[in-house]
């Protein structure tokens, strides 16, 4: 699969330089915004997005997972090799779908 990619001929290409005063995307592509563009001081503010907040609280739950049991991980291994494990078809089922809910 091919995928053409769209230039701009050399001649509609001009540089942008920062004369120290903001302007909007707008007019320096050229187009009339109606009005002029200032900056904004020390009040400038950032707003995350929902999807940025739930990131974060997913980060720091995360954070608060312990790290695998390498013991533990190592028991179920030998358990699995010599044929011991026996696993608990109904206990998997149950918390397949606890998580399936609570993802929902």
Do not use: C, H, W
């Not at 696993?87 to 918390?95: C, E, G, Q, T």
């Amino acid at each position: 699969m091919t995928v053409k990619i769209e230039t701009f001929p050399a001649s509609s290409a001009r540089p942008i330089a920062s004369s120290g005063s903001a302007k909007s995307a707008n007019a320096v592509a050229g187009e009339s915004g109606g009005g002029a563009v200032s900056a904004v001081g020390a009040t400038d503010r950032v707003q995350l997005t929902g999807d940025a907040v739930n990131l974060q609280q997913f980060e720091k739950a995360l954070a608060a997972v312990p790290r695998t049991d390498a013991s533990k991980v190592e028991r179920l291994r030998a358990a699995v090799d010599n044929g011991s494990y026996q696993p608990n078809p109904a206990a998997i089922a149950a918390k397949l779908a606890r998580f399936e809910y609570a993802m929902a």
